[in-house]
């Protein structure tokens, strides 16, 4: 079974940057996207970013140009730089890996990590 790991979530001020990252089990050559999706209290999970295996981003409209998302396929890690951070980001932040099982796309999720902004 695949675990995904969360890590650097905290507090931070408006305007202060955060960078989150996520530790895979296996390789994460077998993944085609990975991605950071968020859920603020009370509200539906969203989209972060994602990027494939290729290299090719995307980013939700609230966070273009503030978020970017890497990845490190030698340490099967993928990496949230978060700058710029608004109190509307305040959400627990899920790390996010698909691949195809059987033909079947399939998605493993972490267990969360909090970001709080507020001053």
């Known amino acids: 079974q695949v675990q995904l790991v969360e890590s650097g979530g905290g507090l931070v001020q408006p305007g202060g940057s955060l960078r989150l990252s996520c530790a895979a089990s296996?390789?994460?050559?077998?993944?085609?996207?990975m991605g950071w999706y968020r859920q603020a209290l009370g509200k539906q999970r969203e989209l972060v970013t994602t990027i494939t295996s290729g290299g090719t981003t995307n980013y939700g409209d609230s966070v273009k140009g503030r978020f970017t998302i890497s990845r490190d396929n030698a340490k099967n890690m993928v990496y949230l730089q978060m700058n710029s951070l608004k109190p509307e980001d305040t959400a627990v932040y899920y790390c996010?890996?698909?691949?195809?099982?059987?033909?079947?796309?399939?998605?493993?999720w972490g267990q969360g990590t909090q970001v709080t902004v507020s001053s």
């Open positions: 296996e390789s994460i050559f077998s993944f085609y996207v």
């Open positions: 996010n890996a698909r691949r195809l099982q059987f033909g079947v796309p399939r998605d493993y």
